[in-house]
């Protein structure tokens, strides 16, 4: 009996661990160095942007702060605006959206997104919802914050080495944990008979 139910634990844990190795939790992190004079275009083409900035409702109500965008692909290719903002035309203002086209190098797809907030407001001042980026031959891309970009870093996401999600749906995904698991307990069966 000692045996079924070791052999159950185990097999438990054996199928939360494959269950678990999808589940890639990513978040904003500030940029160990970034050197805006390295951004160059590396392909001749020049390209337009959308880029809209949703500020969260739990923002402060105004933001007098500085902020600047740098975003890429996997290929180096990077687009940099400095200075979106203008604290005379309320821009970022708690629970609005704000739009700036941008022009720069293209770069398909967008996989890393960069937010610097420079200004005298305190470390943790300005909060994005999101920044969602209508470009050049892919399709729109949203990077997710819901939280406060540090003061005089930059602050947000790379996915450029990030493997992609499985190809498999949640509803494959299932088959997948329930086959293994008839797997697992048959080999328990197996061994209890």
Not at 19 to 30: G, I, K, M, N, T
Not at 55 to 69: L, R
Not at 94 to 110: L, T
Request: proline fraction near 6%.
């Amino acid at each position: 009996m000692m045996k079924m139910v070791l052999l159950f634990f185990f097999a438990s844990a054996l199928i939360l661990s494959v269950c678990e190795s999808y589940d890639v939790s990513l978040q904003p992190h500030a940029l160990d160095s970034f050197d805006v004079g390295y951004i160059q275009m590396k392909g001749a083409q020049n390209c337009s942007y959308l880029v809209m900035i949703t500020t969260s409702c739990s923002s402060p109500k105004f933001n007098i702060d500085e902020i600047s965008i740098a975003f890429g692909d996997a290929n180096g290719n990077q687009v940099y605006a400095a200075k979106l903002d203008d604290s005379l035309s309320r821009t970022f203002e708690q629970c609005a959206s704000d739009s700036f086209q941008i022009d720069g190098p293209c770069v398909s797809p967008i996989c890393s997104l960069y937010l610097y907030r420079k200004g005298s407001s305190d470390d943790y001042g300005w909060k994005p919802e999101s920044v969602k980026i209508y470009g050049y031959n892919s399709d729109p891309v949203t990077f997710t914050f819901n939280t406060s970009i540090p003061k005089d870093v930059w602050y947000g996401y790379n996915l450029c080495d990030t493997p992609p999600p499985p190809p498999s749906s949640s509803i494959q995904m299932s088959v997948q944990k329930w086959v293994l698991f008839v797997m697992v307990l048959g080999s328990v069966f197996s061994i209890w008979m």
